[in-house]
């Protein structure tokens, strides 16, 4: 059963949290061409509902599984259209939380790749921490290996950075997905621009 911290947040016991059971498949936005969700010109979508309730959750409007529209396939296609132009370098996944999203995540990354291959990147925001992930379903793992960055953790109010790059608190981290898959274990992101 999940419990909540002094902080205020949910935590819930491994495997608790079952996409099929919460999620509905609803959107809560759709921004393309934006440049604040990652590197680069991205399109980022927002899947509603998270039961992590971190206090000072920047959108608390989508942590209602209930808010929003459904996905369709003219969204599906409308983000594929956008981000098939040359200066949008990727996807971006938020909500909500994508990871109590799978249906919607796995079909539009899956989606993405079989359209543009690795040429697109793909970056996801989650509650989960990395060794949480690694102990929950198969649907979130294989969510998690259409990934190329995650941004992991919880937001701590107590721990917020106005001027941290790509995340709120500095207990979050910024992983390298398929790297962190071959070693098992986190490697973080580096970005090539700042070397």
């Known amino acids: 059963m999940s419990s909540k911290l002094a902080n205020g947040i949910t935590v819930p016991e491994s495997k608790e949290w079952q996409s099929a ?3 509905l498949n609803y959107v809560a936005d759709y921004k393309p061409f934006i440049m604040v969700d ?4 991205r399109c980022s979508i927002y899947l509603s509902g998270c039961k992590f309730l971190c206090p ?9 599984f209930h808010y929003g529209t459904e996905y369709t396939q003219e969204l599906e296609d409308q983000i594929v259209a956008d981000l ?5 370098q990727g996807l971006t996944l938020l ?11 796995l079909k539009v990354t899956r989606r993405i790749r ?19 992930l690694m102990a929950e379903t198969a649907d979130k793992k294989a969510l998690l290996q259409e990934i190329d960055v995650l941004v992991d953790g919880r937001f701590v109010q107590a721990l917020m950075n106005l001027k ?10 910024i992983i390298d ?11 973080l992101w580096t970005d090539e621009y700042e070397n």
């Open 84 to 88: 098939s132009h040359s200066y949008v």
């Open 56 to 64: 000072g959750c920047y959108n608390v409007v989508a942590q209602n």
């Open 21 to 23: 059971d919460l999620s």
């Open 38 to 41: 990652g590197p680069g010109v």
């Open 114 to 132: 079989a359209e543009f291959g690795h040429t697109k990147d793909i970056w996801s925001w989650t509650g989960y921490t990395w060794d949480e």
């Open 164 to 173: 941290l790059r790509f995340k709120g608190s500095s207990n979050q981290r």
């Open 95 to 105: 909500g909500g939380e994508p990871f109590l999203n799978t249906a919607v995540a």
């Open 177 to 187: 997905v398929p790297a962190s898959l071959v070693k098992k274990d986190v490697v």
